[in-house]
Nanobody
Framework: VQLQASGGGLVQPGGSLRLSCAGSGIDFNFYVMGWYRQAPGKQRELVAAFTSGGGTIYADHVKGRFTISRDNAKNTVYLQMNSLKPEDTAVYYC????????WGQGTLVTVSS
């Protein structure tokens, strides 16, 4: 099983990025998928995720700016990030929870002028 995250990079405050998480060896239809992030010196935290009921949840500090979406046919989950702030700087991880739990390798997002 592999979760391959991509799309990170350097962006100026107020800019946008779209992260992608492509899964291999795993069927996203049977997993609750989400995005977490870990900033330097801080614990990993939930950013956005799908619920087992098919809804979505977001951390308070990203509500209205980030959107999680998925394409099950492509086994891919996305995180659209708009109005980025310096405090959004972190390594972003894709996560899948089902019978087992899987983490992607992370993609670095740096928000700086």
């Amino acid at each position: 099983v592999q979760l391959q995250a991509s799309g990170g990079g350097l962006v100026q405050p107020g800019g946008s990025l779209r992260l992608s998480c492509a899964g291999s060896g795993i069927d996203f239809n049977f997993y609750v998928m989400g995005w977490y992030r870990q900033a330097p010196g801080k614990q990993r935290e939930l950013v956005a995720a799908f619920t087992s009921g098919g809804g979505t949840i977001y951390a308070d500090h990203v509500k209205g700016r980030f959107t999680i979406s998925r394409d099950n046919a492509k086994n891919t989950v996305y995180l659209q990030m708009n109005s980025l702030k310096p405090e959004d700087t972190a390594v972003y991880y894709c996560h899948g929870r089902g019978v087992r739990e899987y983490w992607g390798q992370g993609t670095l997002v740096t928000v700086s002028s």
